[in-house]
């Protein structure tokens, strides 16, 4: 359980939490694919680190090695606990719920994180509610050891939440923390604890969207479309700008919703939270959901024939303009 205070509220009673700096143990779940540490969890081990005590990594796959050794090297890791078995090959939330809640079991860690990326939001519920303790969702602040801070309302609030569980599992915002850099000594590692069952669920197929531009949540520039792009022809228009800053593609819920692009591409709420150098909103209105997503990004260009949109509210630069013509005629500056 958790109490709750809300920015410019009165404040309320908060109960004691059982963990201090002094006895604080993190165990920081590992994400990554083909051999490869995923970005956001390097910012959710500057978090770990945040809270003043050790930080264990768990890395589970079927071939693990080459992550093992890369994680080793991250500085504010103490030490690695290796899961080594064909049935983490597929990342089935299942399986590593079940490992983080031995692994916690075994080394009586006092807190269990990870981003709060896909890979993030699917396990950790699952392991605090094996723990049967409440999960701490997106933060992107600690303030203490059992003090946190995260936004509800699509953003337009700021939560301050105090944790009385002994075992807090926490996701964290990507965006809100720096990534972890590398250290000069390796941390040891050894196997993590056996886990007995295994088989909750069956890994059937995976369909992946190759592409040679950057990963949507880490890029460092993004070019976003909306229902304004009116049809997923149209966004070849923005693959054409992309091409020319390496940007990834991304779009409104809007857009994911008329079919025009994968909901891969996603940006808001309840889609991928990014932050990157620059970003550009095309025919992208600026919805509550969408502004949640994005709103943190460095710069903001927005390109919208209506002047009324709310993104440029919060634009850093703002054309009123036809898409279709202000596009083609930028990409041919670039």
Same mark, same amino acid.
Not at 134 to 140: E, L, P, V
Not at 144 to 156: L, W
Not at 193 to 199: C, H
């Given at each position: 359980?958790?109490?709750?205070?809300?920015?410019?509220?009165?404040?309320?009673?908060?109960?004691?939490?059982?963990?201090? #700096? /002094?006895?604080?143990?993190?165990?920081?779940?590992?994400?990554?694919?083909?051999?490869?540490?995923?970005?956001?969890?390097?910012?959710?081990?500057?978090?770990?680190?945040?809270?003043?005590?050790?930080?264990? &990594?768990?890395?589970?796959?079927?071939?693990?090695?080459?992550?093992?050794?890369?994680?080793?090297?991250?500085? /504010? %890791?103490?030490?690695?606990?290796?899961?080594?078995?064909?049935?983490?090959?597929?990342?089935?939330?299942? #399986?590593?719920?079940?490992?983080?809640?031995?692994?916690?079991?075994?080394?009586?860690?006092?807190?269990?994180?990870?981003?709060?990326?896909?890979?993030?939001?699917? %396990?950790? *519920?699952?392991?605090?509610?094996?723990?049967?303790?409440?999960? !701490?969702?997106? =933060?992107?602040?600690?303030?203490?050891?059992?003090?946190?801070?995260?936004? =509800?309302? &699509? @953003?337009?609030? !700021?939560?301050?939440?105090?944790?009385?569980?002994?075992?807090?599992? !926490?996701?964290?915002?990507?965006? &809100?923390?720096?990534?972890? @850099?590398?250290?000069?000594?390796?941390?040891?590692?050894?196997?993590? *604890?056996?886990?007995?069952?295994?088989?909750?669920?069956?890994?059937?197929?995976?369909?992946?969207?190759?592409?040679?531009? *950057?990963?949507?949540?880490?890029?460092?520039? %993004?070019?976003?479309?909306?229902?304004?792009?009116? #049809? +997923?022809?149209?966004?070849?228009?923005?693959?054409?700008?992309?091409?020319?800053?390496?940007?990834?593609? @991304?779009?409104?819920?809007?857009? %994911?919703?008329?079919?025009?692009?994968?909901? #891969?591409?996603?940006?808001?709420?309840? +889609?991928?939270?990014?932050?990157?150098?620059?970003?550009?909103?095309?025919?992208?209105? /600026?919805? =509550?959901?969408?502004? &949640?997503?994005?709103?943190?990004?460095?710069?903001?260009?927005? !390109?919208?024939?209506?002047?009324?949109?709310?993104?440029?509210?919060?634009?850093?630069?703002?054309?009123?303009?036809?898409?279709?013509?202000?596009? *083609?005629?930028?990409?041919?500056?670039?």
């Amino acid at each position: 359980m958790f109490a709750l205070r809300r920015a410019a509220l009165p404040t309320m009673s908060l109960a004691r939490g059982y963990a201090s #700096s /002094g006895n604080v143990s993190a165990l920081l779940l590992v994400e990554h694919k083909d051999n490869k540490i995923a970005a956001s969890t390097l910012n959710a081990l500057t978090a770990a680190s945040g809270l003043g005590g050790s930080v264990t &990594a768990l890395v589970a796959g079927s071939a693990p090695d080459t992550v093992v050794a890369e994680v080793s090297k991250l500085a /504010g %890791v103490s030490k690695v606990l290796v899961a080594k078995d064909a049935a983490f090959a597929h990342t089935l939330p299942e #399986s590593h719920a079940s490992l983080l809640v031995e692994t916690q079991k075994k080394h009586g860690f006092t807190h269990l994180i990870a981003a709060h990326s896909a890979f993030g939001k699917n %396990v950790l *519920p699952r392991a605090a509610a094996l723990l049967d303790v409440a999960q !701490i969702s997106d =933060i992107t602040a600690i303030e203490g050891a059992d003090t946190f801070v995260r936004p =509800i309302y &699509a @953003g337009n609030a !700021i939560a301050t939440v105090k944790s009385n569980d002994s075992i807090k599992v !926490i996701t964290v915002r990507g965006t &809100a923390f720096p990534a972890a @850099g590398h250290q000069d000594a390796a941390a040891p590692h050894e196997d993590a *604890p056996a886990v007995g069952q295994k088989d909750q669920s069956e890994f059937v197929s995976e369909h992946m969207q190759k592409s040679d531009r *950057p990963e949507l949540d880490s890029a460092t520039r %993004v070019i976003a479309g909306g229902r304004g792009m009116k #049809s +997923g022809e149209n966004f070849g228009l923005l693959y054409d700008m992309a091409d020319k800053i390496g940007a990834a593609v @991304g779009a409104s819920r809007a857009a %994911v919703d008329a079919g025009y692009v994968d909901n #891969s591409l996603q940006i808001g709420q309840t +889609g991928k939270i990014v932050a990157p150098e620059l970003y550009v909103a095309v025919g992208i209105s /600026g919805a =509550i959901q969408h502004l &949640a997503g994005m709103k943190d990004s460095k710069t903001i260009v927005a !390109i919208n024939k209506d002047p009324e949109a709310p993104i440029f509210q919060v634009a850093d630069y703002g054309l009123v303009a036809d898409l279709f013509t202000a596009v *083609p005629e930028l990409t041919k500056k670039l």
